[in-house]
């Protein structure tokens, strides 16, 4: 049987491609492309064609969250017991703005993370409703104890290669990155399997010196998970995880952009160290983005949010609540980006790093991702997903 031709205009007031701003732009798209993309003069309107006329809008691809433990109730490290399944999450995420994202898990007792992560990978693969579920992020439970964060030190532990292999096979293909210590005996190893595995090797929670940050970039660690967070500070003698990376060109480098884990300066200073395309927003979220007040957690770990802010029992940073439609502008108003160089952050940037290469602008042939909102308030109004509506807001 034909597949029946869907074509589709959406026209709004500029597009962020996101490497230029078309002023009074339109996007042309047949099912799940994209066909055309240009100013609004370049467009006939026919009868076959549905038209989407945004005032007052702007249009950018769809955002791209790469690490992110949970959202509407879900918790990715507990998707079996979550409340909300990963549909939830997926539901609020294309409300934002997001049209892909990876559930990312932390650090268990291990028979609980390869069963998770056997849940995680078959609730990937049915039809979500609102972003898709692109990859699998694993964070944990290769790091330093003294830097565990939110995470239990009791369930961190030394490099064990038989079960990084495990948890990988347990993702079913699906696992993308997985952050370790540099520091760790046997790193380089475990550096080399995840990348025989197709995985990025990504440095974080880690005490690690120079000369074990630089060894671990030789054998291929090319990220860094959340710069400034789980890792040892700045110094002007005692150069560490951070200042390597800030100053090497081999790695990317994810900032958690909700504006209270990393101080306005210091996401300057990334900014101004960082060539544009190794930057990666992400929002670090939890069950509790898009829920009230209240008791969460992520894994075994409980985490308290009280005004919108998410800590764990001991006071801790734990995770946060904000998603990306309103972190990526802390880029422009914190680290002094243009509006287009912030939205490479969290569209482009993290497609073209880990090979999504469908996506992540709005380019002729590449997926109709679309995030549609209202200037000056930045609200959502809508958002494409494979050239279906997803989300649309209410008059």
Request: with cysteine; hydrophobic share 40%; net charge negative.
């Given at each position: 049987m034909?597949?029946?031709r869907?074509?589709?205009?959406?026209?709004?007031?500029?597009?962020?491609?996101?490497?230029?701003?078309?002023?009074?732009?339109?996007?042309?798209?047949?099912?799940?492309?994209?066909?055309?993309?240009?100013?609004?003069s370049?467009f006939?309107?026919?009868e076959e064609?549905?038209?989407f006329?945004?005032?007052?809008?702007?249009?950018?691809?769809?955002f791209?969250?790469?690490?992110?433990h949970g959202?509407?109730?879900?918790?990715?490290?507990r998707?079996?017991?979550?409340?909300?399944g990963l549909?939830?999450?997926?539901?609020?995420?294309?409300?934002?703005?997001?049209?892909?994202f990876?559930?990312?898990?932390?650090?268990d007792d291990?028979?609980?993370?390869?069963?998770?992560?056997?849940?995680?990978?078959?609730?990937?693969?049915?039809?979500?409703?609102?972003?898709?579920?692109?990859?699998i992020?694993?964070?944990?439970p290769f790091l330093?104890?003294?830097?565990?964060?939110a995470?239990?030190?009791?369930?961190?532990?030394?490099i064990?290669?038989?079960?990084?292999?495990?948890?990988?096979?347990?993702?079913n293909g699906?696992?993308?990155v997985?952050?370790?210590?540099?520091e760790?005996?046997?790193?380089?190893?475990?550096i080399?399997?995840l990348?025989s595995r197709?995985v990025?090797a990504?440095?974080?929670?880690?005490?690690a010196?120079?000369?074990?940050?630089?060894?671990?970039?030789?054998?291929?660690?090319?990220?860094?998970?959340?710069?400034?967070n789980g890792?040892?500070?700045?110094h002007?003698?005692?150069v560490?995880?951070?200042?390597i990376?800030?100053?090497?060109d081999?790695v990317?480098?994810?900032?958690?952009?909700?504006?209270?884990?990393v101080?306005?300066r210091?996401?300057?200073?990334?900014?101004r160290?960082?060539?544009?395309r190794q930057i990666i927003?992400?929002?670090?979220?939890?069950?509790?983005?898009?829920m009230?007040?209240g008791?969460?957690?992520?894994?075994?770990?409980?985490?308290?949010?009280?005004?919108g802010?998410?800590?764990?029992?001991?006071?801790?940073l734990?995770?946060?609540?904000?998603?990306?439609?309103?972190?990526?502008?802390s880029?422009?108003?914190?680290?002094?980006l243009s509006?287009?160089?912030?939205?490479?952050?969290?569209?482009?940037?993290p497609?073209e790093?880990?090979?999504?290469r469908?996506?992540?602008?709005?380019?002729?042939?590449?997926?109709?991702?679309?995030a549609?909102?209202?200037q000056?308030t930045?609200?959502?109004?809508?958002?494409?997903r494979?050239?279906e509506?997803?989300?649309?807001?209410?008059e």
């Amino acid at each position: 049987m034909k597949k029946s031709r869907i074509r589709r205009l959406y026209l709004a007031d500029y597009l962020i491609t996101p490497d230029n701003i078309i002023p009074n732009g339109g996007v042309l798209c047949e099912n799940d492309k994209i066909i055309a993309v240009g100013g609004v003069s370049g467009f006939a309107i026919n009868e076959e064609l549905e038209l989407f006329n945004f005032e007052n809008a702007y249009i950018t691809p769809g955002f791209i969250d790469t690490h992110i433990h949970g959202a509407g109730g879900c918790d990715c490290s507990r998707v079996r017991h979550s409340d909300n399944g990963l549909a939830a999450m997926s539901s609020i995420l294309g409300r934002k703005g997001a049209t892909g994202f990876f559930p990312t898990v932390v650090a268990d007792d291990p028979a609980v993370m390869i069963d998770n992560l056997g849940e995680l990978a078959v609730a990937m693969q049915r039809p979500l409703p609102g972003a898709d579920a692109v990859g699998i992020n694993i964070e944990g439970p290769f790091l330093n104890p003294e830097k565990s964060g939110a995470q239990p030190r009791q369930m961190l532990q030394k490099i064990d290669l038989k079960l990084a292999n495990d948890l990988i096979d347990a993702g079913n293909g699906l696992v993308k990155v997985m952050t370790f210590a540099p520091e760790l005996d046997n790193a380089d190893k475990l550096i080399e399997l995840l990348l025989s595995r197709g995985v990025i090797a990504s440095m974080g929670h880690s005490l690690a010196g120079e000369a074990e940050t630089l060894r671990a970039i030789d054998a291929g660690a090319n990220h860094c998970t959340h710069l400034f967070n789980g890792m040892n500070p700045l110094h002007q003698r005692n150069v560490g995880l951070p200042g390597i990376v800030l100053t090497d060109d081999r790695v990317t480098v994810e900032l958690i952009i909700d504006g209270r884990h990393v101080h306005s300066r210091m996401v300057d200073l990334a900014c101004r160290c960082k060539t544009l395309r190794q930057i990666i927003g992400i929002s670090d979220g939890t069950m509790a983005s898009g829920m009230p007040d209240g008791s969460y957690h992520i894994g075994p770990s409980e985490i308290i949010v009280k005004n919108g802010f998410s800590q764990s029992s001991a006071g801790k940073l734990a995770g946060t609540t904000t998603m990306l439609d309103s972190g990526w502008h802390s880029l422009m108003s914190c680290g002094h980006l243009s509006e287009t160089k912030a939205a490479q952050a969290v569209t482009r940037n993290p497609a073209e790093h880990f090979s999504l290469r469908d996506r992540g602008q709005l380019l002729p042939g590449l997926r109709a991702d679309l995030a549609i909102f209202e200037q000056h308030t930045n609200r959502p109004l809508m958002t494409v997903r494979r050239g279906e509506i997803i989300s649309q807001a209410q008059e």
